[in-house]
T-cell receptor, first 111, second 114 residues
């Protein structure tokens, strides 16, 4: 089993749709969680951290469920510019070298 | 502020040749990392450095070496390139705040080994 698993993609949605991505992690001692966005042939960029109480940044909402060991990302009112690959990222211990990146879920938003 | 720069942007290399990928950050982050990204496999850690003067092995270190002589630079060397090292290489650095290690990435080097 992979340490971080994401929804298989791609997701194809129309503009204005709401789309949700889930991610599960295997290490119950994991301490911090993130969503990154990666555009084609570009570097990953931090989208948002994920906090235990859940957090929102504009159209994006991230939630963490420690009991079930999954995190989610909800995108409301999808824009064409949201088309990208979304990486679920989990830090499993002390030190950035213990960061595990999911393989990513591709999102295509169509007009 | 440039953040993290990598050079070259892309390179085609003959098998058996030696190659150094360069990475420089200006954020004064203590920790730096090298990843490779292959289709369907996501980012895999090659080597890391928690602070200047120290390095460690990641998930896929074989065939690669690193050095960390100062805070800003973290070069990755392929001593004798092989075709399986064809990949996109990302350098990253991280700060640490409240126990969170947020990583910031350079633009990547696309390497093809023939």
């Amino acid at each position: 089993r992979k340490e971080v698993e994401q929804d298989p993609g791609p997701f194809n949605v129309p503009e204005g749709a709401t789309v949700a991505f889930n991610c599960t992690y295997s290490n119950s001692a994991s301490q911090s969680f993130f969503w990154y966005r990666q555009d084609c042939r570009k570097e990953p960029k931090l989208l948002m951290s994920v906090y235990s109480s859940g957090n929102e940044d504009g159209r994006f909402t991230a939630q963490l469920n420690r009991a079930s060991q999954y995190i989610s990302l909800l995108i409301r009112d999808s824009k064409l510019s949201d088309s990208a690959t979304y990486l679920c990222v989990v830090n499993t211990g002390t030190g950035g070298f213990k960061t595990i990146f999911g393989a990513g879920t591709r999102l295509f938003v169509k007009a | 502020i440039a953040g993290i720069t990598q050079a070259p942007t892309s390179q085609i290399l003959a098998a058996g040749r030696r190659m150094t990928l360069r990475c420089t950050q200006d954020m004064r982050h203590n920790a730096m990392y090298w990843y490779r990204q292959d289709l369907g496999l996501g980012l895999r850690l090659i080597h890391y450095s928690n602070t200047a003067g120290t390095t460690g092995k990641g998930e896929v270190p074989d065939g690669y070496s690193v050095s960390r002589a100062n805070t800003d630079d973290f070069p990755l060397t392929l001593a004798s390139a092989v075709p399986s090292q064809t990949s996109v290489y990302f350098c990253a650095s991280s700060d640490e705040a409240g126990g969170q290690y947020t990583q910031y990435f350079g633009p990547g080097t696309r390497l093809t080994v023939l």
